[in-house]
C-alpha cells in the first residue's frame, strides 16, 4: 500500500489543524483525515462519525502501527510543507 497523493487543507482551530484527503494506490480516495494537536502532540485522526449516544466511531482506520505509520508519515510531511508555504496550492490533483 502506497499513499500516492495527499492534499491538505489547513484550519485555524486550537487543536483542528488541518482536513486531509489522500489517494492510496492512485485507486482509493479516502477523505476527511484530520490533523489535531492532541495532549501528546500532532496526530493523525482517522474519518469518523458521531453515533446516537453522542461518541465518534472512525469510519476507516488501519489495523496495525505499520500501516497506520505509512498513512501519517506522508500526511503530516505534507503537513509541515504547506505550513512553510502558506498560500500555496498542495498536490494539485484533483482530489478535492
Known amino acids: 500500500m502506497n499513499i500516492t497523493k495527499v492534499r491538505v487543507f489547513p484550519v485555524e482551530g486550537e487543536r483542528l489543524k488541518a482536513y ?8 482509493f480516495i ?23 449516544d453522542g461518541t465518534y466511531q472512525d469510519t476507516a ?24 508555504n502558506p498560500g500555496k496550492v498542495f498536490s494539485e490533483d484533483g482530489i478535492e
Do not use: Q, W
Not at 486531509?20 to 485507486?27: E, H, K, L, S, W
Not at 476527511?32 to 446516537?52: E, Q, T
Not at 482506520?61 to 512553510?84: M, V, W
Open 30 to 52: 479516502l477523505r476527511d483525515l484530520k490533523i489535531i494537536n492532541g495532549n501528546s502532540g500532532i496526530f493523525v485522526a482517522m474519518p469518523s462519525k458521531k453515533r446516537k
Open 61 to 84: 482506520h488501519p489495523l496495525d502501527n505499520e500501516t497506520r505509520k505509512k498513512i501519517e508519515d506522508p500526511i503530516l510531511a505534507e503537513y509541515y510543507e504547506a505550513l512553510k
Open 20 to 27: 486531509v484527503n489522500i489517494v492510496i494506490d492512485d485507486c
